[in-house]
């Protein structure tokens, strides 16, 4: 359906007002939870990722990498060149396989979240501080560095300066250094989920058994499989 009807949509109007195609874009985007706010998206694709945009205002990475996909297209709409097509597609796959696991496990699903909310995350040129704000405001992304640093759920009540600057300071302990770009490192980013699923009830309940990631990914080629051919089904 995405390779056969992007190409028709010619402006952020006609993707809003095409339910069917705005869901399978949103999921690409793992953005499913937000295809009933059509005006707020409407606003994010009409204004791009502009530092001033709507996008980069509400500071969520997936709004901002959704607003800069379109943006990236010939100015905007129609989406008809293959590369771009086929990234759609990817994403598609991709989250489509995210969510399936997600049914299974909330914290495998937030895993393999993980490394995409901090890749987005890091395209950007925010300062530190807002780069903590952004993780505070994700839950998926608060979830996985609140478990991993061991930050008490009860440092949710106190006000969001503080908040920040107590993860920040559980994140130097754990990383070694202050900022949060030495995310970019993938040993610093596999060391962040390797203490996400120790320290999560699930991983504090398991014992002798292989590790949730390491599950994942010798299943992934199989699960990967299951995903791509949903994706040709609504293609088709």
Avoid: C, H
């Avoid at 959704?66 to 989250?95: H, I, K, M, T, W």
């Avoid at 478990?147 to 009860?154: E, K, R, S």
Wanted: aromatic share 6%.
């Amino acid at each position: 359906m995405l390779k056969t009807q992007m190409p028709q949509i010619g402006s952020a109007a006609d993707l809003i007002g095409d339910r069917e195609a705005l869901a399978s874009v949103l999921t690409a985007f793992g953005m499913g939870d937000r295809l009933d706010q059509r005006a707020l998206l409407r606003q994010v694709l009409e204004q791009g990722p502009g530092e001033d945009a709507l996008a980069r205002r509400i500071g969520d990475p997936r709004l901002i990498a959704f607003a800069q996909f379109f943006a990236d297209s010939n100015g905007g709409f129609p989406v008809v060149e293959p590369e771009r097509l086929a990234r759609l597609a990817d994403q598609y796959a991709e989250a489509a396989f995210v969510e399936s696991v997600a049914e299974v496990s909330p914290q495998q699903s937030l895993a393999l979240q993980f490394d995409a909310d901090v890749a987005a995350l890091l395209e950007t040129d925010s300062s530190e501080r807002t780069l903590w704000f952004r993780i505070l405001g994700s839950v998926s992304l608060r979830d996985v560095f609140a478990t991993a640093l061991n930050v008490p759920v009860a440092v949710g009540a106190l006000e969001i300066d503080r908040q920040a600057d107590i993860f920040a300071a559980q994140f130097q302990k754990f990383a070694g250094d202050a900022s949060l770009r030495s995310l970019a490192d993938p040993a610093v980013s596999e060391r962040m989920l390797s203490r996400f699923f120790l320290l999560s009830p699930q991983g504090q309940s398991s014992s002798g058994v292989t590790s949730p990631a390491l599950q994942i990914l010798q299943a992934g080629q199989a699960s990967q499989s299951v995903a791509q051919s949903l994706l040709l089904s609504r293609l088709g």
